[in-house]
């Protein structure tokens, strides 16, 4: 049981995780608007929450000087070497391979030496001997050593050889643990980066917007000025621009906030100043059904392997149970030497000894024994239902995410492209004094709502990407595959 929690606490750690992210990946910020009452968020999504527990937090490196350049690749080699859900699970690995050496020691020779020299005088009458003749009741004082090598070797334990099974299951599933947090530290570090660049577009989006908003403003002062227009039209258009220069300021607080994440999850100095060099990459993903996928995760996700190994370990650790019942054989001996001291007289002493031990009545342990195992055999064959059902649910979502991310993203390339030739037009009419700043201003947040559409399109193409990779098992290399420049 305790071997197995190593296991079990790694996952409680990576599965609330995997559960809360993909359940809102699918929530946009709806945005749109139709009138100048009309608002919208600068986030390009519902912020995703960080990586949970030990892997949002990191082993910081040292301080650079300088500004450092980071692609997606060397944040996720970065988060790879530091962050502290994946060293916490190189040492939990760690600790389940001492296990296992601990449990193979029982069934290996174990061989060892001992020396004493002993100086003793003795009261005879302590142990009931007196008067006897020629016998002083005193005797001493004397001395002797004995020096000897020992060897003890279990040569039928039915239940080391069991438990030992057990342990080195245990390993290889705290191994593929190990591997497991692999692809979450790729998981976190990728949503990470996606949402600091994602912000990074709305900012350069939001500053464009502002830009727009004072030339509008600047040209309606000037009709303002010239009489051409009335006084409100003026007004609408400083109220646009005040309105687009607090999202910016908001974006890009939110776009700051978000690289200290980043900075926290792979392990950059605190103060590190550093630049994203990656652009929101989009490249369509065709090919792949969902028989496919399944079989691809069944095959390689690294947890899904874990919950296998405790399985086995599970079992190996019942039948180690119900062995308690058997009697077991084991051989010891020992040689050395034996003499008197200080005048050496030396002569060789050994004894050798089979010992077997029969169960006859232990109280009801082993019985309980028994019952534990099969408790824990049988929730380890309930965990592995439920991760298999919850493997099949997890690559589902992520191709449905996908298929919808890649069709907004059509669809919002489109949207803003029709909304900046609407913009166009009014701008051209305000000038030519046929309309007012207000449809301008609705034109002008049409073009801000589809930019936001677009860049969340793009950040939930490329969220839903990660989250197959992670889904398929392969998301140290499959982020790689997906996010390759072409």
Wanted: hydrophobic share 40%; charged share 15%; with cysteine.
């Amino acid at each position: 049981m305790i071997r197995r929690s190593i296991v079990l606490c790694a996952a409680a750690v990576a599965l609330p995780l995997l559960a809360a992210l993909p359940v809102r990946a699918q929530t946009g910020s709806q945005t749109g608007g139709t009138s100048p009452s009309t608002s919208y968020s600068s986030a390009p999504v519902s912020s995703i929450p960080p990586a949970s527990g030990s892997y949002s937090g990191s082993v910081p490196e040292k301080l650079v000087p300088g500004v450092l350049k980071i692609s997606l690749q060397d944040a996720i080699q970065r988060g790879l070497r530091t962050n502290l859900g994946l060293l916490l699970a190189g040492q939990n690995s760690r600790a389940a391979r001492g296990q296992r050496w601990q449990e193979l020691s029982r069934l290996l020779p174990n061989v060892n030496t001992s020396t004493y020299i002993d100086d003793s005088k003795v009261d005879l009458a302590e142990f009931g001997f007196s008067g006897f003749p020629g016998i002083p009741p005193v005797v001493g004082p004397f001395a002797y050593f004995d020096a000897r090598a020992y060897v003890t070797q279990s040569v039928f334990d039915w239940q080391a050889l069991n438990s030992e099974r057990a342990a080195s299951e245990d390993a290889k599933a705290a191994q593929y643990t190990y591997q497991d947090a692999r692809d979450l530290v790729v998981l976190a570090v990728g949503y990470a980066y996606v949402q600091a660049i994602a912000d990074r577009a709305t900012v350069s989006s939001t500053q464009a917007q502002v830009n727009t908003a004072q030339a509008l403003y600047q040209q309606a002062s000037d009709q303002v000025n010239a009489g051409t227009s009335p006084s409100i039209d003026g007004l609408r258009a400083k109220v646009e621009l005040q309105t687009q220069q607090q999202l910016l300021i908001q974006a890009r607080n939110d776009l700051a906030i978000q690289k200290l994440t980043l900075a926290r999850t792979i392990g950059l100095a605190p103060g590190q100043h550093f630049e994203l060099t990656d652009n929101t990459p989009y490249q369509p993903l065709t090919g792949l059904t969902v028989d496919e996928a399944l079989d691809q995760a069944y095959a390689h996700r690294s947890d899904y392997q874990a919950a296998l190994a405790s399985l086995r370990a599970a079992e190996d650790s019942r039948k180690a149970a119900s062995a308690g019942y058997l009697p077991s054989l084991s051989f010891s001996a020992d040689y050395g030497l034996a003499g008197t001291y200080p005048n050496v007289v030396t002569h060789g002493i050994f004894d050798v000894r089979g010992t077997l031990t029969v169960p006859i009545f232990q109280g009801g342990r082993v019985h309980g024994d028994v019952m534990q195992a099969d408790a824990q055999l049988q929730q380890s064959r309930d965990q592995l239902d439920n991760l298999r059902a919850q493997i099949d649910s997890e690559v589902r979502t992520a191709l449905l995410n996908l298929q919808s991310a890649e069709q907004r993203v059509a669809v919002a390339q489109s949207n803003v492209g029709l909304a900046d030739e609407t913009l166009s037009q009014s701008r051209d009419r305000f000038a030519a004094g046929v309309t007012n700043t207000v449809e301008v201003v609705q034109a002008q947040e049409q073009v801000a709502s589809a930019d936001q559409q677009y860049i969340s399109s793009l950040y939930l193409d490329n969220y839903a990407k990660i989250s197959l990779a992670r889904a398929l098992g392969v998301a140290e290399n499959g982020v790689k595959q997906f996010f390759e420049e072409k």
